[in-house]
């Protein structure tokens, strides 16, 4: 019986992640993020959205465990957490999309890589 529980236990934490990366934005910070570490507004730039809404989708995603942050002075920087007991799965769908790389090369030609402050 107990088998069973963690089959349900599992199909359920597998359904909550798809649910969480069914979001584009989300899956695309995902990929970004394993890629890149990158700071909320330089994520900001990248999805030319507003920093409440990145920073619900960054909590989101750290809540889940699927993120880990480094403080680095005054900004804080946000990283794919590879100790995750989902990173399998993870790693699994992120490797399937396209690099997001470009979005940092379009932030560094203008001159936004670090615009915090």
Request: aromatic share 6%; glycine share 4%.
């Amino acid at each position: 019986m107990a088998h069973t529980v963690n089959n349900e236990e599992s199909l359920d934490t597998v359904s909550q992640t798809l649910k969480l990366l069914g979001d584009k934005t989300r899956l695309t910070i995902m990929k970004l993020l394993d890629e890149q570490e990158c700071c909320v507004c330089e994520l900001v730039a990248i999805f030319n959205t507003s920093q409440p809404a990145v920073s619900q989708h960054l909590r989101k995603l750290k809540d889940a465990g699927f993120l880990q942050e480094k403080r680095r002075g005054q900004w804080i920087f946000y990283s794919v957490n590879r100790e995750n007991n989902q990173y399998e799965l993870l790693q699994s769908l992120i490797a399937r999309l396209p690099s997001q790389l470009y979005r940092i090369e379009e932030l560094e030609k203008k001159g936004l890589r670090i615009s915090c402050g």
